[in-house]
């Protein structure tokens, strides 16, 4: 059972990037797939969440209207769209999964984690 985060990177401040959360060992099928960061310093945040079903995400206020999350099945895949970047958003980027509950905000609901991946946003 293993999740792979991917797609961070270095990008200016306004950009964009796609963060992709792949699953291998097992199916997604019936978990919500949540993001979290850890900014420097800071303790790791909720970011976006979708269920399996019904298919309604929610999101950090800080990324509501910016970041957009979805998902296919088909292809065991989440991807976290980030549009108009900040500094702020600068950090490490980790997806998770969870059957326990349909969309939670809390890290302690989440079973499985990726190992993380790395967004810098410079000013």
């Known amino acids: 059972v293993q999740l792979q985060a991917s797609g961070g990177g270095l990008v200016q401040a306004g950009g964009f990037l796609r963060l992709s959360c792949a699953a291998s060992?097992?199916?997604?099928?019936?978990?919500?797939i949540g993001w979290f960061r850890r900014a420097p310093g800071k303790e790791r945040e909720f970011v976006a969440v979708?269920?399996?079903?019904?298919?309604?995400?929610g999101y950090a206020d800080s990324v509501k209207g910016r970041f957009t999350i979805s998902r296919d099945d088909a292809i065991n895949t989440v991807t976290l769209r980030m549009n108009s970047l900040g500094p702020e958003d600068t950090g490490v980027y980790f997806c998770?999964?969870?059957?326990?509950?349909?969309?939670?905000?809390?890290?302690?609901?989440?079973?499985?984690w990726g190992q993380g991946t790395l967004v810098t946003v410079s000013s």
């Open positions: 060992g097992f199916s997604l099928d019936y978990y919500a």
């Open positions: 979708i269920p399996w079903s019904p298919n309604v995400a």
């Open positions: 998770a999964a969870t059957r326990r509950t349909i969309r939670s905000r809390e890290r302690s609901d989440y079973d499985y």
